[in-house]
T-cell receptor, first 112, second 114 residues
């Protein structure tokens, strides 16, 4: 079983709609959680960190559910420019401060 | 401009011919890391470095070497490349000594080993 799992999609979303997807992680000791965005095999870029209390950045909302070991990302009022692959990223825990684990990504396609 | 640079961006080589992919950052970052990205597998960490002269294995270190003699540079060395090392490689850096800070990625190096 992969350490970090994501639904690969694609999620086909009409412009203006809301889309949400999850990422599950297997290590209950995982410390830090992030969503990165990657456009068409370019370099990933940080979208947002995910805090225990959840956080919102404009149209993007991230949530963490430690009990069920998943994080989620919700995109409201989708724009064409939101089309990308969203990577879930997890740091394994206190004994692995240098390690970082990526999900394989969820592809989102926003259509006119 | 703050950035992470990688060279070369594209490389086609033959099995067994040693190669080095350079990575350099100009942000005075402590932490640097190498990843490979393959379809369906996502990014997998090869090696990371939390400081000068401090390197450690990631999840897929076999067939790779790294060194961190200077803070800004973190080259990836393939002593004897094989076709299964054909991949897209990313170098990244972050301000902290741990992986729990924002990672800044280089533009990637597409390597093909024939």
């Amino acid at each position: 079983r992969k350490e970090v799992e994501q639904d690969p999609g694609p999620f086909n979303v009409p412009e203006g709609a809301t889309v949400a997807f999850n990422c599950t992680y297997s290590n209950s000791a995982s410390q830090s959680f992030f969503w990165y965005r990657q456009d068409c095999r370019k370099e990933p870029k940080l979208l947002m960190s995910v805090y225990s209390s959840g956080n919102e950045d404009g149209r993007f909302t991230a949530q963490l559910n430690r009990a069920s070991q998943y994080i989620s990302l919700l995109i409201r009022d989708s724009k064409l420019s939101d089309s990308a692959t969203y990577l879930c990223v997890v740091t394994p825990g206190a004994d692995s401060w240098g390690k970082l684990q990526f999900g394989a990504g969820t592809q989102v396609v926003v259509t006119p | 401009e703050a950035q992470v640079t990688q060279n070369p961006r594209y490389l086609i080589t033959v099995t067994g011919k040693k190669l080095t992919v350079t990575c350099s950052q100009n942000m005075n970052h402590e932490y640097m890391s190498w990843y490979r990205q393959d379809p369906g597998l996502g990014l997998r960490q090869i090696y990371y470095s939390m400081n000068v002269e401090v390197t450690d294995k990631g999840d897929v270190p076999e067939g790779y070497k790294v060194s961190r003699k200077e803070k800004r540079n973190f080259p990836l060395i393939l002593e004897s490349p094989s076709p299964n090392q054909t991949s897209l490689y990313f170098c990244a850096s972050s301000i902290g000594r741990q992986s729990s800070y924002e990672q800044y990625f280089g533009p990637g190096t597409r390597l093909t080993v024939t």
